[in-house]
């Protein structure tokens, strides 16, 4: 008696008054974390079954209602906001279903939606918001609203590419006149210092939403202290008050020093979501025709340029790695360092082999 895996499939069985009762727990091998809430559904419907007792499977919840519920469960994560957008974007289209509603007609319909959008430019971007409904609907099982999550059973994930690259000096500087170009005609509060920004990103190595959330109070003596994010450490038990140190070059010491912040942000801007640089880095695809460019490929290229001139150790703690093997990611060697890279295999290669000659041809004059 008890749970038993079948076909990758979790089932529950239970005994009562000699009595055998089998039923699907509806969670795959690898959802181990949503058996504990599913398995008190399962047993209190059997216990009903057998005993003649009116039973109501689940509590009913509309997606906007459990929204405010998301809020409240997930408020110290991070990108909260970003993820209360997206499910206002998915509920224009679903138009506030019930919980227990959602089908293989709504996933199918959501999917056309999401790749309809203009803002949507690519598969990729479709793969997070319904990764983000997934775990939507998996807290809703947990709450006890659902039996089973809809997309794990009708949505099929868009491969992706898990390319991912560094920019050669040249690309290097055609985004940095584009950039300069940009602001000094911009368009916007963060298109006045762009230029600023990337050229800041390429001195620090620093994620995009470090450099915007940046304080003075973080600075000292030209040392950068960043708290580790609060979430990640709560989670593991661990204290939140760990922090990562970036040093400040002489470039990266100028670009604080000529920003004109009234507060103590460094960086003068109302908004500090990432998505702000969006149509800067747009523009910058146009102006240098570099169309996978993106903000975080600078953190690629300051990793690259580090792990070449020095070592990946020395690039791990420049990016702030807990482990080096995220650096190892992060490190792409110019496809000129691979050729010096093979030319010097083809060079011992040809040592090793002339060596074994000559070996057996002393071999065979000695004998």
């Not at 020395?314 to 060697?333: C, F, N, Q, S, W």
Request: net charge positive; charged share 35%; proline share 2%.
């Amino acid at each position: 008696m008890g749970i038993f895996l079948r076909n990758n499939w979790y089932y529950f069985k239970k005994q009562i008054e000699g009595k055998v009762y089998r039923k699907s727990l509806r969670i795959r091998k690898g959802q181990e974390y949503l058996l504990s809430a599913r398995l008190r559904q399962v047993e209190e419907e059997i216990l009903a079954h057998h005993f003649g007792l009116n039973y109501s499977p689940r509590k009913e919840i509309t997606f906007l209602e459990f929204k405010e519920r998301y809020r409240e469960l997930k408020k110290y994560k991070k990108t909260l906001e970003l993820d209360l957008r997206r499910l206002e974007i998915m509920n224009e289209c679903l138009n506030n279903p019930l919980l227990s509603q959602i089908s293989k007609r709504e996933i199918e319909k959501l999917e056309n939606f999401l790749l309809e959008r203009e803002r949507i430019e690519k598969e990729t971007t479709v793969n997070r918001y319904f990764s983000l409904l997934k775990h939507f609907l998996n807290l809703a099982i947990e709450e006890g609203f659902l039996k089973e999550n809809p997309v794990v059973k009708y949505y099929r994930t868009f491969v992706e590419s898990s390319e991912r690259r560094a920019l050669t000096k040249r690309e290097i500087r055609k985004v940095l006149s584009a950039a300069k170009e940009i602001q000094k005609n911009p368009r916007s509060q963060t298109q006045r210092i762009i230029f600023d920004l990337i050229l800041f990103a390429l001195n620090t190595g620093m994620r995009l939403s470090e450099i915007l959330n940046l304080k003075k109070s973080q600075i000292k003596e030209n040392l950068v202290f960043l708290p580790v994010i609060e979430t990640k450490w709560r989670r593991r038990g661990l204290s939140s008050k760990k922090v990562k140190i970036v040093t400040l070059n002489e470039i990266a010491q100028k670009i604080i020093e000529r920003q004109n912040s009234k507060d103590d942000y460094v960086f003068p801007l109302i908004r500090r979501k990432v998505d702000i640089v969006k149509r800067s880095v747009n523009r910058i695809r146009k102006l240098t025709n570099i169309q996978d460019f993106t903000f975080h490929t600078l953190r690629h290229t300051v990793s690259t340029l580090i792990s070449t001139e020095y070592d990946l150790a020395t690039a791990k703690a420049v990016l702030g790695h807990a482990d080096i093997r995220t650096t190892l990611k992060y490190a792409h060697p110019e496809l000129r360092r691979q050729r010096e890279a093979v030319s010097k295999l083809c060079s011992i290669t040809e040592e090793i082999l002339k060596e074994d000659i000559e070996t057996k041809e002393d071999r065979a004059k000695s004998s």
